[in-house]
């Protein structure tokens, strides 16, 4: 481990440091205690971008006296084509620190930009769910997340659907749809990486999604949907205290005709139910895409995300969002690709999309 993440820093009666293996489960308590506390929080992402990736993971931790005040979870992210930067959470969509109060969030921010300043990387990058930092550079309004509280009644779950997307779930519950849990990651990693290379995205590895598994146990399952014995669609879902976050979700091309899509996540939500969630988080969209317009036709009301950022060694926020027209011909070119080749060649381009 970098000495400098063994030194302890000290504001007043705060004590801030690098977390270590020894705190993980102190870390995960806080995390689950904490109001705005997220899956992206827990520490077993620090050992998944460690092990899987190779990245440094930076996890603050701040104590008063004897007990945790606050957190804040950083991964270093290092690639060639994408820069150098340090990220809460890199894999997530949300991150930054969770903090008794104000005073320690912000001497955890300041202990990142010092971090970040060390290392020397880009820019500092916070997933912030709620604005922060007004004297940072933020990018708001470019994600949104959807995130609706469910009932646990079936049948009000499925009226609270908008009529025209109901009857795709019908469509699909009609077509003799099959959703199952699934033990392993094959059929999910089938489905997922053709529906990314379908919209110009390069996909993971393997080992991210085993990782996961892995990592995260009971709290993340696979659900795979088939059509008269054959895979069509399947999802990774997050479980966190009462909440459920299907994550990596996608089809081949037969799941539209199917209406595949629409019974998957309905059998997501009902699953979710009978587990005992009583919100269902649909995840994160760039706003005037596809999922974006597919969330809201599930009745899904956009809610800002707010990235915040402190450039260290570049000049501007990074801009990696297929609406930049500088990545417009990769991205049509990435959908005309064998699907053999994008599953070789994109895990190393993923692995940079953190």
């Known amino acids: 481990m970098p000495s400098f993440l063994l030194q302890v820093a000290t504001v007043t009666d705060i004590e801030i440091r690098a977390a270590v293996e020894a705190d993980a489960s102190d870390w995960d308590d806080y995390v689950l205690a904490h109001p705005q506390g997220t899956f992206f929080h827990r520490y077993g992402w620090k050992r998944l971008i460690e092990s899987t990736y190779r990245y440094p993971g930076h996890y ?192 081949i091309s037969a799941a539209r005709h199917l209406a595949a899509n629409d019974f998957m996540y309905w059998e997501v939500m009902r699953r979710a139910v009978e587990r005992g969630c009583r919100v269902f988080d649909f995840g994160r969209s760039k706003r005037d895409t596809g999922s974006y317009r597919f969330k809201r036709h599930w009745g899904f009301e956009p809610e800002p995300l707010s990235y915040e950022y402190r450039l260290v060694k570049a000049r501007e926020m990074p801009d990696l969002n297929p609406n930049n027209p500088k990545y417009r011909l990769f991205i049509n070119a990435w959908k005309r690709l064998p699907v053999g080749v994008s599953r070789a060649v994109g895990p190393w381009l993923a692995r940079g999309l953190a």
């Open 60 to 251: 603050l931790l701040a104590r008063r006296d004897t007990a945790i005040c606050g957190v804040f979870p950083l991964g270093e992210v290092r690639h060639l084509l994408f820069g150098h930067s340090l990220i809460s959470v890199p894999f997530a969509v949300y991150g930054g620190a969770l903090a008794d109060d104000d005073r320690v969030r912000a001497a955890l921010e300041a202990q990142a930009v010092d971090l970040a300043q060390q290392r020397r990387v880009d820019h500092l990058e916070v997933r912030n769910q709620q604005p922060v930092c007004d004297d940072w550079l933020r990018k708001d309004g470019l994600y949104v997340t959807f995130r609706r509280e469910i009932s646990a009644d079936h049948d009000a779950n499925m009226s609270a659907i908008p009529r025209k997307q109901r009857a795709m779930v019908r469509k699909g519950i009609k077509a003799g749809l099959i959703g199952e849990t699934d033990d392993g990651i094959e059929n999910l990693y089938q489905a997922y990486s053709e529906s990314v290379r379908n919209l110009g995205t390069p996909v993971f590895p393997k080992a991210h999604f085993r990782a996961i598994r892995a990592e995260f146990g009971d709290d993340v399952d696979v659900l795979t949907v088939c059509h008269e014995g054959q895979v069509v669609a399947s999802v990774m879902s997050y479980y966190f205290r009462d909440q459920v976050l299907p994550f990596y979700g996608g089809g």
